[in-house]
């Protein structure tokens, strides 16, 4: 782990392995959409609108597991201090909000044929809303404490206790169809188990599988990104010192 | 007695630090048992009716072969029941696609009288995705033609 404190080694990593993300991720996410939208039958009761799940449920997926991954960089930077932990969980922000922003979207959408609303305000789809408000007020902070760092502060610390105290809504947005009536449905897949037909299950794994190679694509990139743009701003106050 | 390493005192810290973070959020969540769910089922709303008039929800499933459309054509009445207690339901207006008999409804409106009178539905949907072609089979039919099919 600690290999990796060296960023010229992970730089070198993240060339290679970004690529070998993206295109099978692409591939697979395409092949799966285009398998769910084209192939599948329609549903029992919803029709054709069932093909949302495909895109819906990858995204909702990984807008959580974007905090989670901030979650668990933040316990490692705060524990361990590992210099990479801080870059990790703030590449993973931009791309988390996104696909929460993508799982709201294609939920309203869905929801209007469905259930007959664009909106309503019960556990689940509130809880989520506030998902994408903690992501943005993350990235808010980040790039604040960005600013601090370069002026010589602490404020990274404050992002990480963030990150952390933020993760207290993931297992709430995942059980709040358990212990609230919510409009929302129970979760069809639990521990090994899915009341969703195999006809549906498989394009929507293989979806999971290609976003989640695209979000760790998107990941590398954007930590790259961000050592890069340290090792400017360490370049022009050398130049500015000197 | 040697100090203790920085690297374990932030550790231990920090799960201190997520345990109270834990017990706050799972305390929260039980004061809000109670509030934060969106709709009342028929057996709340029999054991503590919520005052007349008052705005409410209430969500269940609608019973078999109770709708019943009133001679105005638009006026449906119907109902809702979780298994141990049911409510009279009154609508007038476009029903969602999604709402049928024995599918779950979430009504919004008020209660006049026994009935509740429904000024929104909204259809929920459950869990369970099943292609149109085997709604009706039995699981082996259903099995036996995916066999078929691969």
Known sequence: MHGFANPARFLRMARWLMPLLLVPGLVLAFGALAWGVLVVPADRLMGDTVRILFIHVPCVWLGMAGWSMIAISSVIELVWRHPLASIAARAAAVPGAVFTALGLATGSIWGRPTWGTWWVWDGRLTSFLILLFLYLGYIALASAAQRDMAAGGGAS??????????????????????????????????????????????????????????????????????LADIQAEARLRRKAMG | MSAIKPKHQRLVLLVVALAVLIGAGLLAAYALSTQASYFYVPSDLVAKPPEQGRAVRLGGMVERGSIKTMPDGVTINFMVGDGKARVPVRFRGITPELFVEGSGVVAEGRMEGPTFVADNLLAKHDEKYVPREM????????????????
């Open chain 2, 135 to 150: 709604k009706d089979m039995s699981k082996a039919q259903a099995k036996a033609v995916i066999a078929e099919t691969k």
């Open chain 1, 157 to 226: 610390r404050v992002t990480a206790i963030f990150g952390l105290v933020g993760a207290v809504n993931i297992p709430i947005i995942n059980r709040s169809v358990v212990w609230w009536n919510s409009l929302h449905q129970p979760p069809s897949i639990t521990m090994g188990k899915s009341s969703i037909d195999g006809t549906f299950l498989w394009p929507l794994l293989i979806a999971a599988i290609g976003f989640s190679l695209i979000f760790g694509g998107v990941v590398l990139a954007r930590m790259r990104m961000l």
